[in-house]
Structures are given as C-alpha cells and as structure tokens.
C-alpha cells in the first residue's frame, strides 16, 4: 500500500519518466522545512512512523518491524531467519547454523549488510530495541537466537555478566596485574591503621585503587 504524501514545490524535480527507487516502492517524499534547511524524509506506508531518512531505512525498518518487504521480491527476514538456526524447543537454545562474525556470533544480511542475528532474533520478538541497550544472553550462548533467553541490558550489564560468568580476567589473571591475593589482604588490613595514600605508595599503586579495593568494587572475589 503506498502512502501518497505531498512534497512542497521546493522539492527537485526529476526528468519525465526517470523512476527512482522510492518510486519502485510506490512511496514519495515529505519535505521538512525550517529556518535553516529543507530535508526529505520517507514515510512507513503501513505504519506512517516518518523520520526515514533513506530509501534504505526505510525497507529495513519496514521487513523488521512489519516482517515484510516493501518490494516483495524475496523471502520475509523472519522466513529466511526461521531457515538458520535450528530452535524448536522454547526453552532450549536455538543455535544459529549459517555465518558467523569473528567474536563467534550469528549473523544475517539484509538489504546487503550484515547484521548480528541474535539482535535481529530480539527485534522480531518485541518490535525494537531500546536506545542506548544492548542484547544479552541469558544463556551464555553466542550462536543462541531464542528470544526468550534474550534481554536487554547497558553496556555495564554486558561487562558484569562477562565478569560474573568468569569471562573476563580478574586480580591476578591479569597480565599487567601488580597486585597478588596476598597483597589485596594486607591492603585492607593496613588501611583500617593507615591512610589510603600511604598505604597506595608502599605498594605503587593509585591511591584510587586502594579504595577500590577496600570498598570491595575491586578484587572483589577476594575474600
């Protein structure tokens, strides 16, 4: 269904019978006008959602959010996306079986970029992700695509996980560290008597890393 919208006469004209691309969609153009510049922008024939700056956003937006391409063409990303993993069970993991990226997760192209598939998996669930969030693993799995081991978290949410499943390098396991479990210990003994400053210089550290430490936000799986 295409939405006719009117363009202002400020809008460039085109040579008769030259067809662009949002023609072939049966969609056209909206001017936004103010003190500074005009911009054009498309409209969702189906939904009327209206800040798509490109014809592509426009396509992408529309096979995700309505699982349905504007120009029919191909297979809908929810029937191609349905074809790579081989979920069934609600409460398993469904693991992806087509390509995958170099940090090992699932990926799919449409409108010829590739995007992540779990991502993809999250935004054919519950419709968009939210500004600024992530998609995490309830799972721990990097080829799982079932929505309902997926969430959306921060970027801190995503290091604490990495943390909390041993993911990520702590104390000692990490190459640069200074500091040994022995040394944490005595850290916090010598600063009930001392100041976090001096105690920070016998041990050539940041007096900023002392407080971590005692406050228990640093080597904090020292006990």
Excluded at 153 to 159: E, F, P, S, W
Aim: a neutral charge; aromatic letters at 6%; proline letters at 4%.
């Amino acid at each position: 269904m295409a939405l006719n919208v009117s363009t202002s006469a400020n809008s460039v004209s085109k040579p008769t019978g030259a067809q662009t691309p949002a023609d072939a969609l049966g969609v056209t153009k909206r001017m936004c006008n103010n003190d500074d510049e005009s911009k054009e922008f498309y409209e969702c024939p189906t939904c009327g959602k209206g800040d798509l700056k490109t014809v592509r956003g426009l396509k992408v937006h529309h096979q995700l959010v309505h699982d349905e391409r504007l120009d029919d063409s191909k297979r809908t990303v929810r029937g191609r996306f349905e074809t790579k993993h081989n979920g069934g069970d609600p409460d398993e993991c469904w693991e992806w079986t087509a390509s995958t990226q170099g940090k090992g997760y699932g990926r799919i192209k449409i409108n010829g970029r590739y995007k992540q598939a779990h991502r993809i998996s999250y935004l054919l669930e519950y419709g968009s992700i939210p500004e600024g969030m992530w998609v995490l693993h309830h799972c721990d799995n990097k080829l799982c695509v079932n929505p309902a081991h997926l969430y959306a978290g921060t970027h801190k949410d995503n290091v604490q996980d990495a943390v909390d499943r041993n993911r990520r390098p702590r104390g000692e396991d990490i190459g640069s560290a200074k500091l040994s479990p022995g040394d944490v210990h005595k850290i916090r003994r010598l600063a009930e008597d001392e100041s976090q400053r001096t105690v920070a210089e016998e041990f050539d550290i940041d007096q900023s890393t002392v407080s971590l430490i005692v406050n228990g936000k640093l080597w904090s799986h020292i006990s």
